[in-house]
């Protein structure tokens, strides 16, 4: 069994930052891959960026390339650093942890994954 446990949400002006973390509880060889999506109200999910195990692959949805790093600095700790908030990246954040390699192909998808409760992002004008 993987839980992940999202942290570091809050609120902040536009042009801000804000860093999440999460953290895997799971055997230390199982978690594989790990994500950040979003969902902002009245909105389906979405990725955000990604991470392969040994944080040599990284993917980006294009929404946020060039503002968010995502890095991670063991097998079960994942990071989100958010900079040049917008308005829009408004949303409940969500951790996704997979005991399943991805790759650009994969690592965006929402099947096979263990989630998070969510932690809350408000961007303001």
């Known amino acids: 069994q993987v839980q992940p446990v999202e942290s570091g949400g809050g609120s902040v002006q536009a042009g801000g930052s804000l860093k999440l973390s999460c953290a895997a509880s799971?055997?230390?060889?199982?978690?594989?891959?790990m994500a950040w999506f979003r969902q902002a109200p009245g909105k389906g999910r979405e990725a955000v960026a990604g991470i392969s195990l040994g944080a040599t692959r990284k993917y980006y949805s294009d929404a946020v390339k060039g503002r968010f790093t995502i890095s991670r600095d063991n097998t079960r700790t994942v990071y989100l650093e958010m900079s040049s908030l917008k308005p829009e990246d408004t949303a409940m954040y969500y951790c996704a942890a997979r005991t399943a390699y991805c790759d650009s192909s994969t690592w965006y998808l929402e099947d096979n994954n263990y989630w998070g409760q969510g932690t809350q992002v408000t961007v303001s004008s």
């Open positions: 799971a055997d230390r060889y199982s978690v594989l891959c």
